[in-house]
């Protein structure tokens, strides 16, 4: 009983993975997001990091012009990529960050950050500072827009064997969504 007892307080213990944070900025260059996401990596991602196999997430924006007579009209969507290492010789972290997939030639043009520790790096992952979306041009300043934003675990950029075994696991699941409805006029 006393088991029992303590599993319904370790899952009652972590809360959900969310945005509890989202908001937009517009300036003369674009519209800017800026947000917080809550997190813990699944439990076989970590264990897979520890191994050193690389883990690769997607952050997606999207933003929508809202129109009453018709589906809402696509205006732009924004990708960011992120691949995780851990080097268990050196015991760093590595982050990498791009606007294109990584290919599995190589990283191609990304920004790359090392860290000392597993914190750290979930800490600079899970916030969202000034990241452009859409220009200035695409924004009208009479019209209500959506943003929607998105973060996931990638599975699909795992080795083969890691993606036939994740299918259907809970301990490699990682994804949140929010929306935002936005007018131009009523931004500070």
């Not at 997606?60 to 010789?89: C, K, V």
């Not at 452009?132 to 064997?161: N, T």
Request: glycine letters at 4%; aromatic letters at 10%.
């Amino acid at each position: 009983m006393a088991c029992l007892l303590m599993l319904c307080c370790a899952a009652q213990a972590a809360p959900p993975a969310g945005i509890p944070e989202m908001r937009l900025e517009q300036t003369d260059e674009g519209l800017f997001l800026h947000a917080v996401l809550d997190f813990d990596l699944p439990v076989l991602a970590e264990d897979a990091l520890r191994k050193g196999i690389p883990v690769y997430f997607v952050t997606e924006a999207e933003l929508t012009r809202r129109r009453w007579y018709w589906y809402d009209q696509h205006i732009a969507t924004q990708m960011r990529y992120l691949r995780l290492s851990y080097q268990p010789l050196t015991r760093r972290w590595r982050l990498n960050v791009s606007s294109e997939p990584f290919e599995a030639s190589g990283l191609g043009v990304a920004l790359g950050q090392n860290f000392d520790d597993l914190a750290d790096v979930r800490t600079a992952m899970q916030r969202i500072v000034r990241w452009k979306i859409a220009s200035a041009s695409a924004i009208d300043a009479q019209e209500q827009y959506q943003v929607q934003l998105r973060f996931q675990l990638d599975l699909s950029q795992l080795p083969r064997p890691l993606q036939i075994g994740a299918l259907g696991r809970s301990g490699w699941s990682l994804s949140m969504a929010r929306s935002l409805r936005w007018s131009p006029e009523s931004a500070p």
